[in-house]
């Protein structure tokens, strides 16, 4: 069966029927096209998909409080470095609210109730660095719940990935179809689903033995969830589908042929061009909109002074 996801050989055949580009040109090699790609899922696809606040490219990293440090990194795939929510969840599993607050306010937030539910949860964005308030937390212990919206990885030549043709949940082995050449020496690895949305399943696992040339096989200490026949196995930061729903995948094959219409200085099919990208954008963006239509969402006002009265609000 055919698959309908664009993958890097694919998406660079759907780029040259749409620029009329003859399969033998030479003006544009492969490199050419992933780096368009890239940029253009940089410059075009993020922006178009968070515009719509649908949380599609959410995640989070839960980080463990014990005392020795107050400060904690922004995850380096974070999304322009920025993060959409920061919360603390004590050891008995509860959520508590916290609040940003600016660098010259930092002396109003250093005292605490030293309870465990004190209301001054505080923190500040320093660098790249989430930084808890003085005296925010009673001490050691709960987690730092970071949310944010993940980068998607790095188109690249599909002669640098692998894919899974079988698992066996027995063993914890993986057996790919190949051996790319850029594997060798690696230890660290990223697996993307091969089902819309495509997304990250494993984040640089660390498998216990490794394939070679002779040895198509990946033995892990637990295998990731959801792991499936044809997902993809690449270095960190890298693979062959783009990470986002399906639907936004000829938009970015038209982005990439504009790119390339516009290096080849041919002006009428460019402002084609240009004009069917926008009915994209116009159309994809009904279908991405509005993830749940049947469930209307409720709006909150948890820091309106009726609410604030109530004794169960945590905060």
């Not at 940089?42 to 719509?52: E, N, Q, R, V």
């Not at 997304?199 to 499936?228: G, V």
């Not at 196995?233 to 729903?245: D, G, H, N, R, V």
Request: include cysteine; proline fraction near 4%.
């Amino acid at each position: 069966m055919a698959r309908r996801y664009l993958s890097t050989d694919t998406l660079i055949e759907s780029v040259k029927r749409r620029g009329m580009l003859p399969t033998s040109q030479k003006t544009f090699k492969e490199e050419d096209f992933l780096s368009f790609a890239n940029e253009e899922i940089d410059m075009g696809i993020i922006p178009h998909i968070l515009s719509f606040h649908e949380d599609y490219l959410l995640d989070m990293e839960s980080l463990i409080i014990d005392g020795s440090t107050n400060r904690f990194k922004i995850p380096n795939r974070a999304i322009g470095n920025k993060i959409r929510d920061v919360r603390f969840r004590d050891t008995n599993g509860n959520l508590y609210e916290m609040t940003r607050i600016q660098k010259e306010d930092e002396m109003y937030f250093q005292f605490s109730s030293g309870t465990s539910n004190s209301t001054s949860r505080t923190f500040m964005i320093e660098a790249d660095e989430v930084v808890l308030s003085q005296g925010t937390l009673p001490g050691a212990g709960g987690f730092l719940e970071i949310v944010y919206y993940l980068r998607p990885n790095q188109l690249v030549s599909e002669d640098r990935i692998c894919r899974i043709v079988s698992i066996d949940t027995n063993t914890n082995i993986v057996e790919i179809d190949s051996f790319p050449s850029n594997f060798t020496g690696e230890t660290l690895f990223d697996i993307t689903s091969s089902k819309s949305p495509y997304k990250l399943i494993a984040m640089e696992i660390e498998p216990t033995a490794l394939p070679s040339s002779s040895n198509l096989f990946f033995t892990f200490s637990t295998l990731p969830d959801n792991l499936n026949i044809n997902d993809v196995i690449a270095l960190p930061e890298e693979t062959c589908i783009p990470q986002f729903p399906v639907e936004l995948h000829s938009m970015l094959a038209q982005r990439i042929a504009i790119r390339c219409l516009e290096a080849l200085g041919d002006s009428q099919g460019l402002n084609n061009a240009m004009v069917k990208l926008q009915e994209m954008e116009l159309k994809t963006g009904s279908v991405i909109d509005d993830r749940v239509e049947g469930s209307p969402r409720k709006i909150n006002n948890f820091h309106g002074f009726l609410r604030n009265q109530r004794q169960w609000n945590r905060r």
